[in-house]
């Protein structure tokens, strides 16, 4: 008789213990499902070549890092601005935190970065160096500016445009004044910029370019190395189409902006104003 009131005793307490372990459960167990973060793989870069992190999402952004292919970082979201997705990631080494085009990231984080978090923390913004141009101080690797606040780039194609602007309106101002010969094998010698790097991990500079027309639809863009040399480009309507180097050449367009590579390591930004003249 004793025996049967202790085994029903430790069961009246097993039955009063069982639903406040079951409530307790659900509070315990998202906690730890959700501190797994996104990994996304940086892939389908250039041999030799670094893909870079900007501050915000645009090709003329400042470059906060360079990521080699193969690295790991925390993707926390990816954005579609018109038409051009970037992510929003996080790198340890080197720490880093900013935006890199989505088509290097791999698998891609389906969630959306909210609209107050495009910018992104601590970092300051870019310099303006025209109400209507782009500042393209930070592009071509010279002194900053004093920094003013700035919304987020609507587009890419935006960005190449007002780009096209303020390097067609830089050839104005250094026009020489006296007559220019005129036809379709005139040379336009507006003392232009381009950005330009020629090693590999170079960061992008500033290069001395000239255009050269010949006939309607070709145009060959000579680049000044600054430490020596030149690259001649040909243009066939409008589009990049080979190099004097010989080795491989290949590009893509973003908007009105030609994102052009030569080998292993040359590349160039060249918009359609300096190639067009118009």
């Known amino acids: ?9 430790t069961g009246l307490h097993a039955l009063v213990a069982a639903p406040l372990l079951m409530a307790a459960w659900p509070a315990v167990v998202p906690a730890h499902a959700e501190e797994a973060p996104f990994i996304s793989v940086i892939t389908g870069l250039a041999p030799d070549d670094l893909l870079n992190v900007r501050a915000k999402p645009s090709a003329i952004g400042k470059t906060e890092a360079r990521l080699a292919a193969g690295a790991s970082v925390r993707n926390l979201g990816c954005n579609d601005i018109d038409g051009h997705p970037w992510c929003k990631v996080e790198s340890d080494n080197p720490k880093a935190t900013g935006w890199a085009p989505a088509r290097y990231l ?19 913004p870019e310099a303006a160096a025209m109400p209507n141009a782009p500042d393209l101080t930070a592009r071509l690797g010279g002194a900053s ?27 104005t101002e250094n026009a020489p004044a006296a007559e220019e010969p ?14 330009c790097a020629r090693y590999v991990g170079q960061p992008m500079a500033p290069c001395a370019a000239s255009v050269t027309h010949k006939g309607t639809d070709k145009a060959d863009v000579t680049v000044t190395w600054p430490d020596g040399g030149s690259r001649v480009i ?14 491989d050449f290949r590009f893509t367009r973003e908007g009105k902006l030609n994102m052009i590579r030569i080998g292993v390591s040359e590349r160039f930004e060249i918009t359609d104003t300096v190639v067009l003249g118009n």
């Open 106 to 124: 791999v698998p891609l984080n389906p969630a959306t970065v909210p609209d107050g978090a495009a910018d992104t923390p601590g970092m300051a």
């Open 145 to 171: 500016q004093p920094a003013s606040p700035e919304t987020m780039p609507k587009s890419a194609a935006e960005i190449a445009m007002q780009d096209a602007y303020g390097l067609a309106l830089a050839a």
């Open 182 to 195: 005129t036809g379709a094998t005139a040379a336009a010698d507006g003392a232009l910029q381009i950005p």
């Open 234 to 247: 040909s243009f066939t309507a409008g589009l990049p189409a080979s190099s004097d180097a010989g080795s």
């Open 1 to 9: 008789m004793m025996r049967r009131t202790v085994t029903l005793r």
